[in-house]
């Protein structure tokens, strides 16, 4: 089992820049490829970036490619998420997520652990 634990999210100006961590639980981390989505209100969960087990290998959303870089330290058990240049559109709350496999995958429903998400919120 692993547990997931988000943190650094809060209110920004647009503009500004923002840095998510989320630090997970056990050993076998670096076997899990590694995500970062969002659910602003009223609308659906959605994919922003995938990072590769060995942290080479990553794929993003368009609306974040240029602003945002995912990383990870599998020495930390943590993976990270460098948001800049954020906007008005960025607020939602973010979620970090893993599963034990190989391949990137955009649908929510691939991932099995799942942290308790934090809220970004970036303002006008």
């Known amino acids: 089992q692993v547990q997931l634990v988000e943190s650094g999210g809060g209110l920004v100006q647009a503009g500004g820049s923002l840095r998510l961590s989320c630090a997970a639980s056990?050993?076998?981390?670096?076997?899990?490829?590694m995500g970062w989505f969002r659910q602003a209100t009223g609308k659906e969960r959605e994919f922003v970036v995938a990072i590769s087990r060995s942290g080479g290998s990553t794929s993003y959303a368009d609306s974040v490619k240029g602003r945002f870089t995912i990383s990870r330290d599998n020495a930390k058990n943590t993976v990270y998420l460098q948001m800049n240049s954020l906007k008005p559109e960025d607020t939602a709350v973010y979620y970090c997520a893993g599963y034990s496999g190989s391949f990137f995958y955009t649908d929510s429903g691939r991932y099995k652990y799942w942290g308790q998400g934090t809220q970004v919120t970036v303002s006008s």
């Open positions: 056990g050993r076998t981390f670096s076997t899990y490829v």
